[in-house]
């Protein structure tokens, strides 16, 4: 069977796309762009529900071995991301949190909870130079927590509210998160 050379340019064309997508830093961001764009934002199952007394027993400990209780952020506002090193969603949308840390990190309770090893989180703060609060879960974390993607990133208001579910790679920094939590700051 003979290929013409249109359907040989077409195979030549889609063989360097793939190289691309698999061995350059550009076709990890498109994955992680695809990744998101397929995983959606909303987590339709708990946006809006309470999180329950016992949800307050999660047990964490952050990146120099010190226990943390969950228990400890009630009446707060709360952001909870859970990431990765190794996820190129998570690492693409980690500039935009370590902003709107900077910019809330005093008014709302940040939890950056690590889906991996210690050593690699470690180098991938120092690398990246980032300062917001890392903790590894050391109970199952409550169930309204529970997704099979990452990123997956909760804001609870001061009640323990989930008002915003989402996974996949967002832009953090953005008016309407910073609108979102200053309404979530003002109310009592």
């Given at each position: 069977m003979k290929i013409s050379k249109k359907y040989m340019y077409i195979l030549l064309f889609l063989g360097a796309l793939g190289i691309i997508m698999v061995f350059t830093p550009v076709g990890?961001?498109?994955?992680?762009?695809?990744?998101?764009?397929?995983?959606?934002?909303?987590?339709?199952?708990?946006?809006?529900?309470?999180?329950?007394?016992?949800?307050?027993?999660?047990?964490?400990?952050?990146?120099q071995g010190k226990p943390f209780d969950f228990?400890?952020?009630?009446?707060?506002?709360?952001?909870?991301?859970?990431?990765?090193?190794?996820?190129?969603?998570?690492?693409?949308?980690?500039?935009?949190?370590?902003?709107l840390y900077d910019e809330y990190g005093q008014k709302v309770r940040f939890l950056f909870i690590a889906q991996d090893e210690k050593i690699k989180v470690d180098a991938f703060m120092t690398k990246k130079q980032y300062s917001f609060p890392v903790y590894y879960s050391i109970l199952k974390k409550p169930e309204?927590?529970?997704?099979?993607?990452?990123?997956?990133t909760y804001i609870l208001d001061k009640s323990g509210k989930?008002?915003?579910?989402?996974?996949?790679?967002?832009?953090?920094?953005?008016?309407?998160?910073?609108?979102?939590?200053?309404?979530?700051?003002?109310?009592?």
């Open positions: 990890r961001k498109v994955k992680g762009r695809i990744s998101s764009l397929l995983t959606g934002y909303k987590l339709d199952n708990s946006l809006g529900e309470q999180l329950p007394s016992e949800g307050y027993d999660w047990k964490l400990v952050d990146r228990d400890s952020v009630k009446d707060e506002v709360v952001l909870i991301n859970f990431w990765a090193s190794w996820c190129q969603p998570c690492v693409q949308e980690m500039p935009s949190l370590q902003k309204l927590f529970i997704s099979n993607v990452i990123p997956a989930i008002v915003l579910a989402t996974t996949g790679s967002k832009d953090w920094h953005d008016q309407g998160t910073r609108s979102l939590l200053d309404a979530l700051l003002q109310k009592g």
